[in-house]
């Protein structure tokens, strides 16, 4: 298992979990960005820059995921790639992404896209709080526990 991370737009808080956890487990963690990114100096976490542009570390995510891999992101349509590809995907609010939910998570995102795009104002989501932090850091502590016990 490794973990990808769609890293512009993921916070900082949710940075420090994965790499307390890349250094507790020795799980590679892989940070994908448009612009290089400081991380700790590990062995088991590296940063990948690629090009600017639309999608560009989606893209290079969704070539780079094995069945397995864990990617953290909130973009909707790159967890439905991913899902694809027998991977696991979990948003920086630690929603677990599957392949029940996201069928309709891709609706609800095409559904406010077409009300922003109509100039109906939608309010952006709440900032990230400790219990958001919270649900994060349990769903990967989950899915790390279930790799090292070979499940």
Same mark, same amino acid.
């Given at each position: 298992?490794?973990?990808? &991370?769609? =890293?512009?737009?993921?916070?900082? +808080?949710?940075? /420090? *979990?994965?790499?307390?956890? $890349?250094?507790?487990?020795? @799980?590679?963690?892989?940070?994908?960005?448009?612009?290089?990114?400081?991380?700790?100096?590990?062995?088991?976490?590296?940063?990948? &820059?690629? =090009?600017?542009?639309?999608?560009? +570390?989606?893209? /290079? *995510?969704?070539?780079?995921? $094995?069945?397995?891999?864990? @990617?953290?992101?909130?973009?909707?349509?790159?967890?439905?790639?991913?899902?694809?590809?027998?991977?696991?995907?979990?948003?920086?609010?630690?929603?677990?992404?599957?392949?029940?939910?996201?069928?309709?998570?891709?609706?609800?995102?095409?559904?406010?896209?077409?009300?922003?795009?109509?100039?109906?104002?939608?309010?952006?989501?709440?900032?990230?709080?400790?219990?958001?932090?919270?649900?994060?850091?349990?769903?990967?502590?989950?899915?790390?526990?279930?790799?090292?016990?070979?499940?």
């Amino acid at each position: 298992m490794k973990i990808w &991370v769609d =890293a512009d737009a993921c916070p900082v +808080a949710i940075k /420090e *979990i994965l790499f307390r956890a $890349a250094e507790r487990t020795g @799980v590679q963690l892989t940070l994908v960005a448009n612009k290089y990114l400081r991380v700790p100096s590990s062995a088991h976490i590296a940063v990948k &820059v690629v =090009a600017a542009g639309f999608d560009a +570390a989606d893209e /290079e *995510i969704v070539q780079s995921v $094995a069945a397995g891999d864990l @990617v953290v992101t909130s973009d909707i349509p790159l967890a439905a790639e991913v899902i694809g590809k027998d991977g696991h995907a979990l948003s920086p609010r630690g929603e677990l992404y599957s392949s029940e939910n996201i069928g309709a998570l891709l609706n609800m995102r095409d559904f406010m896209h077409t009300l922003r795009a109509s100039d109906v104002e939608t309010s952006g989501p709440p900032a990230l709080s400790q219990r958001d932090c919270n649900e994060f850091a349990n769903h990967l502590n989950h899915l790390l526990t279930k790799h090292q016990q070979g499940q």
